[in-house]
């Protein structure tokens, strides 16, 4: 460990009590971009975080919630971004809260509150790690652009067209995404990439109105009609069945499959927190671990007919489904829209209306890019342990917004554990040691960024 690095650690050490403050005090305000209530208000807060800190920030409208872009000039021309939200998940069931979860409390060594690890403490331990460069530095080696949106909660809906609006003032070298942290045995750990995922709503309307069920011998159910679509888009191996699904979609590599096989076993964890006898199609082991890399067709829900207590005769004039695809690299949302249509039209389900919610692509690095190799070294100085590298996350991001349009490597950092720290449930929170412990990582990446080429 260099001097500097000494420095870098006690200065976050003797500040931890203020960084964690400031965390607080962000949770403390709502910010649900699924309702709207105190995303204004946060947005203002953050303005004034980065302020304090004498970036130039800007508020840059969108047709939905601010996107807040902060910029500070470093001592070399390379520029980290650092990608954050400041939306939270609604905070219910509120009776499973041990406290209120708009109220921060302290116990047993962690902050709890909703959006203490998603994504406002993440955000507080970036500008943590950027403040002890600054003391130790003076000049910070590079330059640091804050990109701060609101959301995240909600899709990132209006994220790739921000992106796209703004390349000039986005321009930089690297980015250091949302979210991040250990194993739960303690290892720094790495994601390189995440899937996409297109979202859509099919529904189908076999009567003008609801029908008593004395008349089923010969009226249309549309519940029926529906599950009989769904039952067409996967064999009973769990394949999915539209024509030319995975034509895009690349082969497990060796260097994933290396990748892979150094990560913790979940499965014992997995069976414990869900209660699982069998996983799907009997995976297990190794198998488990790679099926990250298989598209999904997931249902979300079913609506149709009564569901209420006690019976009613009915026959459902209208179903509708919510459905969710996985995707992994390099498979195109907008075309799987297009073949899932010509999917069902070949079926016979012309009449099945499809309804798009939502997408976005996958992304994947290079796992030989020099800000990986600084990821992966720095978290083993401050961790002493291995990296784990995990090459694909199951879930999705707008990670591609910026990838695509601005051709960077976008890396993982931060201060989480495993998956205990209850992201988009009851009781979300974040160990203090954690905290600290991933602002030293990031502070060491930003410190170092500018020797890479």
Known sequence: MTERDQQLDRYLQENLENYIQETATLCAQPSISATGEGVESCAELVAALLEQRNFRVERVETPGNPVIVGHLSGASHRTLLCYNHYDVQPPEPLELWTTPPFEPTLRGGALYARGAKDDKGELVARLAAFD???????????????????????????????????RERLQCHGAIWETGGTTIDGHPELWLGCRGVLAVELSVETLSKDAHSGSAHILPNAAWRLTRALSSLKDANDRIRIAGFYDQAVALSEADRRHLATLPDMEKRLREVYGVEE?????????LRSAVFEPTCNIQGLQSGYTGQGMKTVIPAVARVKLDFRLVPWQDPDDILDKLRTHL????????????????????????????????????????????????????????AFH??????????????????RLHAPDEHIRIDDFLQGCRHISRIMARFDTLS
Request: proline share 8%; hydrophobic share 40%; with cysteine.
């Open 132 to 166: 002890a460069v600054r003391a130790v530095y003076g000049e910070p080696p590079c330059s640091l652009l804050f990109v701060v949106e609101g959301e995240e909660e909600i899709g990132s809906p209006h994220m790739p067209q921000f992106v796209e609006d703004n």
């Open 404 to 421: 695509r349009p601005l051709n960077i490597p976008v890396v993982s950092a931060g201060i989480g554990y495993g998956m205990e720290n």
């Open 345 to 400: 039209d070949r079926e016979g389900f012309h009449d099945v209306v499809i309804s798009k919610l939502g997408a976005m692509w996958p992304y994947k690095a290079d796992d030989n890019d020099p800000l990986v190799a600084l990821v992966r070294q720095s978290g083993e100085e401050v961790y002493g342990k291995a990296s784990v590298v995990t090459p694909l996350l199951g879930g999705s991001s707008p990670v591609y």
């Open 279 to 287: 996983f799907v199609r009997g995976l297990s082991g190794a198998d």
